[in-house]
């Protein structure tokens, strides 16, 4: 049901100032820049080979980024792996007992579906599950 890592995303306080840092220190471009509206966040898109860095700006004060960063500062937010079907893996999780934050899939950045497990049930990582549309 996982067939990769899909993205690693990464919170900062300013997202240019992030995209400097990750083109000066290794020549990285982003592919794209967009607001995720639900999330209250501005998330730059850097592909590096089959693997993503998403760095994830908070727009808003109520975002849950901005609660991550004043609580533990920038740096890894999630790991997220892609599921060939999200919703069949968030109910297998749940009959197994493991705390969801998502119990239902929602649209998340590059219009994917997008759910998160509880790190409590993850030894302190938050994972997020992803499934990009069939093409």
Same mark, same amino acid.
């Given at each position: 049901?996982?067939?990769?890592?899909?993205? =690693?995303? =990464? @919170?900062?306080?300013?997202?240019?100032? *992030?995209?400097?840092?990750? #083109?000066? @220190? !290794?020549? /990285?471009? !982003?592919?794209?820049?967009?607001?995720?509206?639900?999330? #209250?966040?501005?998330? *730059?898109?850097i592909p590096i080979g089959d693997?993503? &860095?998403?760095? %994830?700006?908070? %727009?808003? =004060?109520?975002?849950?980024?901005?609660? !991550? &960063? $004043?609580?533990?500062?920038?740096g890894i937010h999630h790991i *997220?792996? $892609?599921?060939?079907? %999200?919703?069949?893996?968030?109910?297998? /999780?749940?009959?197994?007992?493991?705390? /969801?934050?998502? $119990?239902?899939?929602?649209?998340?950045?590059?219009?994917?579906? &997008? @759910?998160?497990?509880?790190? #409590?049930?993850?030894?302190?990582?938050? !994972? $997020?599950?992803?499934?990009? *549309?069939?093409?």
């Open positions: 049901m996982i067939k990769k890592i899909d993205h =690693i995303g =990464i @919170a900062v306080k300013n997202l240019d100032n *992030a995209l400097k840092l990750y #083109k000066d @220190a !290794f020549g /990285l471009e !982003f592919k794209s820049i967009e607001v995720v509206k639900d999330q #209250k966040v501005r998330v *730059a898109t693997v993503k &860095i998403e760095l %994830i700006e908070p %727009i808003e =004060i109520d975002s849950p980024i901005t609660k !991550f &960063i $004043e609580s533990r500062g920038e *997220a792996l $892609e599921s060939d079907n %999200i919703s069949n893996m968030l109910k297998s /999780l749940k009959e197994k007992g493991y705390k /969801l934050i998502d $119990e239902e899939p929602r649209i998340g950045a590059n219009k994917a579906k &997008i @759910a998160f497990i509880h790190p #409590k049930s993850m030894m302190g990582v938050l !994972f $997020e599950l992803c499934e990009h *549309a069939k093409e």
